[in-house]
């Protein structure tokens, strides 16, 4: 069988940052004034009052400390609690492009490619900022590549499903140089004015060169031992934001067109589906999880990961063999097993094995197992 090999990994993260305290300062303003607003309505019943939020519950909860947005100062006003992004228009590159492609050049730098080198561009995202023409094909042309590109919605694992989609066309040779790209602005679609869901999410952007290992010319490789993907159908996460909504009749509340999550339904869920997952796929393999090195997981929630991880290897990992960018990234959708994969892989010797995975919303779960090739 051919043998393909990731051989560069690039990340954006924009520069301006949330911390919790900044946070919970915005919403609480928020909830103040809608609570002074609504008063005589929350005292007859007819509308319920909003909670505070509490620093010291999110970082308990979630891992998260801080997170990186694509603008801070929209995010922070309680009276707009979203970010502020700029209409551009149809002759400007587009904002999730512009992204991909400060995420793909040293992505390519690391693989010794160029734009003129890569054949074919697979953009997965959970939100996509249009329905066509794909952002991907517009990558595809700020790069100066050749070949095809589309966008792939798989919410939380549109990177790893991705990763199988380049595998795959590298293999039947329809491509001979694949990025995967993964912006994700989740600022527009986190549900600010939400307790339960304002500080979950955070804005980065990932890139993976994949190409068969005859042809890479890095000196550093991760050979792709191995691919597997699941899904099954649940409602735990949900946004229904989309083209209909203009043609329905009948009204949505406002909060369905966001992202949502029954969370405690989601952790009893997902935990034990990912660990059965990885297990079968690295017996599938022929290897044992106590020979893998290292674990790179989406990063949704500090629990969740050490709970999966110890499904796997019957312990809770150390921050070495799972690394953990929650803190300072928050759950970054498709793009947060890739983060971790690109800042947390040094350490490892040619020939240790590690599992990039992902799991969200479908529920999706996908792995690639990978072994560091040094020629």
């Known amino acids: 069988m051919t043998t393909i090999a990731i051989t560069g990994t690039g990340l954006f993260t924009p520069s301006e940052s949330i911390t919790n305290a900044e946070l919970v300062a915005s919403l609480s303003a928020h909830v103040e004034e809608f609570n002074a607003e609504h008063a005589e309505a929350i005292a007859a019943g007819d509308v319920a009052a909003k909670e505070l939020p509490v ?180 409602n735990n996460i949900r946004n229904d934001f989309g083209f209909i909504n203009v043609a329905e009749d009948g009204e949505r509340h406002a909060d369905e067109l966001q992202f949502r999550q029954n969370g405690n339904r989601v952790f009893k869920d997902v935990c034990p589906l990912v660990s059965a997952h990885m297990n079968e796929h690295l017996t599938e393999l022929g290897l044992e999880p106590s020979g893998v090195r290292r674990f790179w997981l989406h990063q949704a929630n500090l629990k969740m990961n050490q709970l999966i991880a110890k499904g796997v290897l019957g312990r809770v990992p150390d921050a070495t063999e799972a690394p953990v960018i929650l803190d300072t990234y928050a759950n970054t959708s498709s793009a947060g097993s890739v983060i971790a994969f690109h800042l947390h892989r040094d350490g490892l010797a040619d020939g240790d094995v590690g599992v990039i995975c992902s799991f969200g919303a479908g529920y999706s779960v996908g792995s690639v197992v990978v072994r560091r090739v040094s020629v």
Request: net charge negative; proline share 3%.
């Open 55 to 234: 620093e010291a519950f999110i970082e308990k909860a979630s891992g998260i400390v801080s997170r990186h947005v694509m603008d801070r100062d929209g995010v922070l006003d309680p009276e707009r609690l979203r970010p502020r992004l700029p209409l551009r228009g149809e002759d400007e590159i587009s904002l999730q492009a512009e992204m991909a492609i400060a995420a793909i050049e040293p992505a390519l730098a690391q693989a010794g490619r160029t734009g003129a080198d890569v054949d074919a561009v697979i953009l997965g995202a959970s939100n996509i900022q249009r329905a066509y023409p794909a952002v991907a094909i517009e990558v595809q042309a700020a790069l100066g590549a050749s070949g095809w590109a589309y966008d792939m919605n798989v919410a939380c694992s549109s990177a790893t499903f991705s990763m199988q989609a380049g595998v795959d066309a590298l293999r039947n040779g329809t491509a001979s140089c694949v990025v995967v790209v993964n912006p994700e602005i989740t600022s527009a679609h986190q549900a600010w004015n939400q307790r339960d869901h304002h500080f979950i999410f955070g804005d980065a952007c990932t890139a993976t060169v994949l190409e068969r290992s005859d042809d890479a010319v890095a000196a550093e490789r991760w050979e792709v031992l191995g691919t597997k993907l699941a899904t099954q159908f649940s």
